[in-house]
């Protein structure tokens, strides 16, 4: 499974609407309204992307990207 960073993960979580190619599909068009001043996050949604079109359907379904809401209770 190719890794993703935590970054990239992150950016997953909020953007995932559930399938992979939807998830391609909100990132793509969330990158084409960046700035100039958004290095960082051109940065991970460029590492994200990539990764996506490489993984398989079955690896994307094992991806957590779910946000785990533990606040230590």
Known sequence: MIGFTED??????????????GLIQELDTMQKALT?????????????LEKLYQIT???FEELQLIPDFDFGE
Not at 10 to 19: D, E, K, R, V
Not at 36 to 48: E, F, P, Q, S, Y
């Open 8 to 21: 990239e993960l992150t950016l997953m979580m909020i953007y995932n609407p559930g399938t992979k190619d």
């Open 36 to 48: 100039g001043r958004d290095r960082n996050l051109r940065k991970w949604t460029k590492g994200a």
């Open 57 to 59: 359907e079955q690896e």
